[in-house]
């Protein structure tokens, strides 16, 4: 039986008794009296709280105690204490282990409720995968379930629909809203061999894409999973929380013995007195919002985070964070863009671009791609050429427009001079760690093409928030030397470490750790061992699946920026934990000298019901300190002017 409805009973069969007491002064009775009483508490007793004692039970046998067993050993002490009183006509207290009961499932219905809120955002997360497709079959676009399409199906998706599968756009293009999955709210502009996520919605044009992940493997199925498994794992704390909890129990049970001796035998109390004071005092200390501290917080700071583009996978990462004092990043694809692109041209810059862009229009080099792309965007057509030859270790050449044109390297320069100011220029490029490559016609130089792999734009500002939280920076990259320190110097990483082979990275990590714990953020298959070894690994959402694997954290939007959102995302929720802990603790430590009846001089007393309703009102508090992460403020520490 459900929580909720075990409450309900509960709350129901004890509105009688409530009745009765608040009425009792005015003459009123409750029809059957006692009996009454007993009868609806047994129907608690059995229904409502038999799984108390059922658990405790269970417990016990592995020589254990946990929360329900005080809920048990209190509700069962002031049962069967009635039960006795009834029979020797003294006052009874039914009522006492029926509300203690209520508000017990009350602080646990207000969990199950907070369970479940996480559990639909999660669902409606999946629900916004498309249900259908416009799949090629046969020459034709046929709509099938998403269930039916598979890997390398063309798919039709037109203006308005949601699409379908992550994929490749190989006709057309078109304005895509990926809010959903990025939280960018501007729609991007997409064309052909652009790559679309599925569930994002299209805008404006009709395309046509060639599906890469389908079903569990899409980008949304993904990140389902990921926030699924980090809403139900447990930070390292959590074992801290279960071994007090196994030690708390048995000192509240001899606190309330104590308190019970106490009261009768030195104070000469009333078996009835001394036995509310030693219930009071089991009821009190029951650490139900000890237990609710962890799980609640990290269910929402896992569900903000998947909002926001940052999936944490598990609450083990939540607690390293808090201690991490170097980050560590990947140069290619994470701090720069990972391909090159053309920074400088050197000279009439059309010309320059027309004999290269001609000149490299059927070659596959990495360089040449660069080029061409800058061409296409300063919208230059490539020129058909004639005897096209390539001069090993040194360029290309070709008849172009009736004259000859080349691109190559510095080593062109033994066939033809190359004057003054182009060599400066050409020595100030290569200074910025920059490839240069010459542009010839007509036996001469005629300009410079300088290409790098630029660092994204976000760069600079990310390391910027990073050293602001007093963190330390450092590059690990196998690239050269002057390379990595040109780049480290225009985003402003402290530290770098070029010329690094793959395997070594975690290494590098390792020695790191020696002074504090480490983050590491990258995107490649020979970052995985990196993101594995450090104490946090941030995947970026672009990288590899094997890095996405390893890493703790995930970046979906492939912002650099976001690791100093992740970083301080997932402190703010450790963080949270900790303040509930701490009032978790503090209510049970106050509340058990009130309980005991340590004031009663003074008149201040907690009858076993009122510790009932604290107990229920205390876990009610670290739900909503829980809840109120959602409005924590998530901000850079780098003031913006």
Known sequence: MSVTKRFWISLILSLPMLANMILMPFGWMLPGGNWTQLALTTVIMLVSAGPFAQSAWASFKKHHSNMDTLVAIGTMTAYLYSIYAMFTNQAVFFESAAFVTTFVLLGQVFEERMRNNASDAVEKLANLQAKDAEVLRNGDYVKLPLAEVVLNDIVRVKPGEKV???????????????????????????????????????????????????????????IVDLV???????????????????IFVPVVLILAILTFLTWYVFLDASVARALIFAVSVVVIACPCALGLATPTALMVGTGRGAKMGILIKNGEVLEAVNDVKTVIFDKTGTITVGKPQVTDVVGDEAQVLQVAASLEDASEHPLAAAILARAKTAQIKATAVEQFRAIEGKGVAAVINGQTGFVGNDKLLTDFKLDQALTARASQLQNEAKTVVYVGLADRIIGMIAIQDVPKATSKTAIAELKARGLKTVMLTGDNQRVAEAVAAEVGIDEVIADVLPGDKADHVQAFQQTGKVAFVGD??????????????????????????????VLVKNDLRDVDKALALSRKTFNRIKLNLFWAFIYNILGIPVAAGIFFAIGLTLSPELAGLAMAFSSLSVVTSSVLLNRAKISSKVQTA
């Open 524 to 553: 490649g298959i020979n970052d995985a061992p990196a993101l594995t070894t450090a104490d946090v690994g941030i995947a970026m959402g672009s990288g590899t699946d094997i890095a996405i694997d390893a890493g703790g954290i």
């Open 164 to 222: 379908p599968v992550d994929g490749v756009i190989v006709e057309g293009s078109s304005s895509v809203d990926e809010s959903m999955v990025t939280g960018e709210s501007m729609p991007v502009e997409k064309t052909i061999d652009d790559h679309v996520i599925g569930a994002t919605m299209n805008s404006t044009g009709t395309f046509l894409l060639k599906a890469d992940k389908v079903g569990e493997q899409t980008m949304l199925s993904q």
């Open 228 to 246: 699924k498994k980090a809403q139900n794992s447990h930070a390292p704390i959590q074992k801290l929380t279960d071994k007090v909890s196994d």
